[in-house]
């Protein structure tokens, strides 16, 4: 929604891959319902733009819906998973470091910053931080957004 209301699928190539530890999670995903619960942080007038009522459920628009390329399964503790997305120039991986241990946080953004290209944008939940995990990201105000950011030497 963020980068169709802001135009980027009009200004370059992108692919959204969907993932979660959750096979369930995953499930719901991939068929594109949501429970009113998931809806609660999403501004008015973006779920009645993206989003239809069917039986109590919120659907996604399909040309929304279609914006996400393949749905996974991923456990970020296993680097394997993790390396295919890793590659990424932006990453979001948001409300999954809160039920990490600051060890199982710092492997996890270890693959991140060995894969991802440079500028790397990694995006994570408004709860978590990783100013005592790693140096590995600088965080960054964006456009209004705090974000960690991998840069080079020079940057």
């Avoid at 996974?72 to 503790?77: I, R, W």
Wanted: proline share 7%; charged share 20%; hydrophobic share 45%.
């Amino acid at each position: 929604m963020a980068l169709e209301e802001s135009g980027w699928f009009d200004r370059a190539p992108i692919e959204i891959h969907g993932s979660d530890a959750s096979p369930a999670a995953i499930d719901r995903a991939r068929a594109g319902r949501y429970r009113p619960r998931s809806m609660r942080a999403l501004p008015p007038h973006l779920a009645e733009k993206y989003f239809s009522q069917v039986d109590g459920t919120f659907v996604a628009a399909p040309a929304l819906h279609r914006r996400v390329v393949s749905w996974t399964t991923v456990n970020l503790l296993a680097h394997d998973e993790v390396a295919p997305f890793a590659v990424s120039p932006v990453v979001f991986c948001r409300n999954a470091f809160i039920y990490f241990s600051a060890h199982a946080i710092r492997r996890v953004v270890d693959t991140f910053a060995a894969s991802m290209p440079m500028p790397g944008y990694l995006c994570v939940g408004a709860s978590e931080s990783l100013l005592n995990v790693t140096t590995k990201f600088t965080l960054e105000e964006i456009d209004g957004a705090f974000v960690y950011v991998k840069r080079g030497p020079d940057a």
